[in-house]
């Protein structure tokens, strides 16, 4: 049996650092951070994020070009969360060597994820570092800007029994997960199966920017979303339930892409396990009031009804 926790990654641990840091920043915890400008109507909400040991792929496959993509999506996926519109993005290229021919692979990816997404690309940084790094491998890190009107934010504290969790699906595992990935399978399988497991992360800008434009009666109508990453259903959709509210996720209530179950079954991993830990097939979930679930199916191509917000104590069932 094969655990997130046993490929070297303690999601417990993550979550009790963000525990001891709210107690000196109470205001953080949130899928980005707002900043009130002053004189203005707006605020300006922001990301940082990475790409993980997804790297580690590209580095055995040699493909380079996809994984820019994946570091935008880490980080505006976050930002529109709340509903801010992603405005530009700062990347951060750290290597023990510089190969100008690969870094450029991975900056047009970053910039075809800017493109994607709406926002510009405005600079970033490269860092070259020897003996830090091993030859032909370096780490990326990303950071977004965007804007929102203020008392526009979505946060889940509109959340009520009775709301609807529409999901919206992935394109693979995203970025998140890969250390278990890359510990139920071997080099030859990661090979075999690197189509699905180097597909880059699917932005949902445009997607969530046009659910907010076509939804706009009545207020209050979508009261969360999230964006399923690190800690997946459990941790990340938690993060915005308010108390008294419970989220019942229906794990049959979508197909789950055969590349999660041979996952699942050649780790033997957990079935609590691994929906803590791979976003099976859903890569952002959005709450609503039941009024306009089906007005939202509509405007999400290919999303689905995957549970419902009953009253109790507050946290996320898959049930």
Known sequence: MITYAKSGVNIDAGNELVKRIKKKLPKIGGFGGSFPLAGTKYNLVSSTDGVGTKLKLAFLLGKHDTVGIDLVAMNVNDIICCGAKPLFFLDYFACGKLDVNLAEKVISGIKKGCDISGCALIGGETAEMPGFYPTGEYDLAGFAVGSLEKGKEITGKNMRPGDIVIGIPSSGPHSNGYSLIRKVFSNKELKKYAKELLAPTRI????????????????????????????????????????????????????????????????????????????????????????????????????????????????????
């Open 204 to 319: 949902y800008v445009k997607d969530i920017l046009s659910l907010l434009s076509a939804i706009r009666y009545p207020l209050n109508a979508i009261t969360g979303i999230a964006h399923i990453t690190g800690g997946s259903f459990y941790d990340k959709i938690g993060r915005i339930v308010p108390e008294g509210c419970r989220v019942v996720i229906e794990k049959n209530s979508w197909k789950v892409p055969k590349i999660f179950k041979i996952v699942q079954q050649k780790g033997n991993v957990p079935e609590k396990e691994i929906y803590r830990t791979l976003n099976m097939g859903i890569g952002m979930a959005v709450i609503v009031r039941p009024a306009v679930s089906g007005r939202v199916l509509k405007c999400l191509k290919g999303s689905k009804i995957i549970g419902r917000v009953i009253k109790g104590v507050k946290g996320v069932d898959v049930a």
